[in-house]
């Protein structure tokens, strides 16, 4: 099998790029999980102004392409005045799509928490914000956890787009390999095998992580 | 509702319950009319009815989980005027304090050990430490018979034991009254009598109770008077016994007829 | 520079049109295989969508756009975009028509087929109108979603709406607004579909709940 040497013998070419996609992957989720989980919170809220601000940004993110936005982020800070590397736009910018998934997410498992879970709160004295942070926010959470971990895997999916503003992660680095040694079917094919097993062994994860959490619920 | 605000004035006697002119409607749709209660500290009175008469309603207007249209809630000392707009959040707050509720479906909080659904509330509504709420806890799970449960999730429990860590984490806060939203129409028989079981102890222990039941025999042996409502009206309210065996209402005879029958 | 921008609103309902046409047609004969009773088959249709669905779009489009020309298969950029978006909507579709297909109860098969139906008419008049209602909303809900990929075939030079707005953007330096239009764009083209999908599942559902 000719083409699995060749594989081997570009892997180290690749596995950096490799480690920059996961590494903005995880950067994107540290930072727009949490994001997404204040945006859901500014939208259920009862400040209007700060709810419409909030709803701008999720519609955006969620109603333009991740690839425009990151070409918007790209292009559009330093014309703002403010100058970031690639890699840092990619974060701010992913985080940005990560955010605005998230937090409708976020908001249909806050929804899914059975009224009656409320009633029992308010009965037992828990209102307000302390039988949000005990009684629906956990609940909600665990609600959410299936639906955001498959998100943090469109995320890793997504990062590969980050190569278009030339930060240095696989698909970038594919596409380097495939100009030097024009085995362009061979190098991509490569890199489909690599972010596919990655996605399919994230998916397993999720997988099991959802049967756990369905436990108490 | 002047007349009303004017009559809460005698309060009930101390822990007892005051329900005068209560008054609901959902839009244009009128609920409950004109409904009174007056009950003495250690009293229990059970509300029976065909469906749709209003009792859950009543019974959750009462911790203002619906807000009445008119009509005021005197538990304890405290009063709630819901011809005065919004009642103000320390009211309420009391007003739920000195009531525990009890549902059809247990709503016990599903990601919280059977411990945890018991001493939290005590920690963060009652700011007890994290050891006198355990041993509220434990007290209570023994009396409750389910002891051994404490470190289970609810999930993992039969619908009565479900009903049973409900009423003690009810019992948690120290209410004056348990307000019981047919506690056991959701369970099995067998499950049923092993709630009834704890609900009849804790009427002999003195705890003022309101309880919406379909339980016949729970009505006429364990409470001392017993409601009859339909229409979002009271037909009746007397003793159990004469209500259960003679009542005076067409209505109510009809009723019971039909739930005896079954 | 907006009508310049908006010069690329053709190609990208193009792209987005044709795949999701040919990606809904293909979808049906691998729904049926996906459901297929035959091993070999179903598990080959599994692994179709699973594969297709776990590689990023963009490695797709570079795959076909680069790698095809190898074996002297050499595709125009448009072609080649048209290939790899009608392939992954295909995956998209066949999991779309699965799950309406799994929303209708066991009990509406079983009282079709207690009726002497065979497996075309049961499809065609029983379960398809049930299963309808709940994957139109999600097909919408899929062409937004392509929509929005289509964006990707500015990368191997598709002159859709953000090849563009590259475009202007490197001519007039004005990236923000070029790329903010861009998005606007992208937003305004699925408001229609998002209120169509919203239109059409109300008004199948009353129908619906009446019959
Ligand atoms: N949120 C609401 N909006 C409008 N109408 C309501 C609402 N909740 C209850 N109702 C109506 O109020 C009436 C009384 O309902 P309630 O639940 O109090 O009856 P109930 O006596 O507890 O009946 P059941 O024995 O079935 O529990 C019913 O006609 C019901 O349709
Ligand atoms: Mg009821």
Redesign the pocket.
Known sequence: MPFLDQWISWLPALSPGLGVSLTLTGLCLLFGMPFGLLLALILEGPVKPLRIAALVVVEVGRGAPALVLLYLLYFGLPEGGVTLSAFATGVISLSWTTGAYASELFRSGLAAVPAGQREAAVTSGLRGWSGFRYIILPQAIRISTPPLASLGVTIFQTSSLAFVIAVPELMSKAYALGSITFEYLSVFALTSVLYGSITLVALAFVRLAEQRLSRHL | MEIATERAASPPTVGGVKVLGLHKS?GK?A?LHDVNLDMAEGEVVSII?P???????FLRCLNYLEVPTAGTITIGDTTVDAGARRPDRASLDRLRRVTGMVFQNFNLFPHLTVLENITLPQMKVLGRSREEANAVADSLLNRVGLAAKSDQHPSRLSGGQQQRIAIARALALSPKVMLFD?PTSALDPELGLEVLAVMRDLADEGMTMIV?THEMHFARDVSDRVMVMADGRVLELGPSEQVMTAPTHERTKKFLRAVLDR | MFAQIAAGVGMTVSITGASLLIGALLGLPLVAARRSAWTPLRTLATAYIDIVRTIPPITWLFLIYFGLPQYALRLDSVSASIIGFSMIASAYMAETYRSGLLSIPQGQWEAATALGMKFLPKTRYIITPQAFKVTLPAIAAYAISLLKDSALASTIGVHEITYQAGLVSRATHQGLLAFSIAGLLYIAMSIPLALAARRVDRVLRQKLEVA
């Open positions: 959902y749709h609920v009815g469906s749709g008469a209003g009792k859950s309603t047919e919406v």
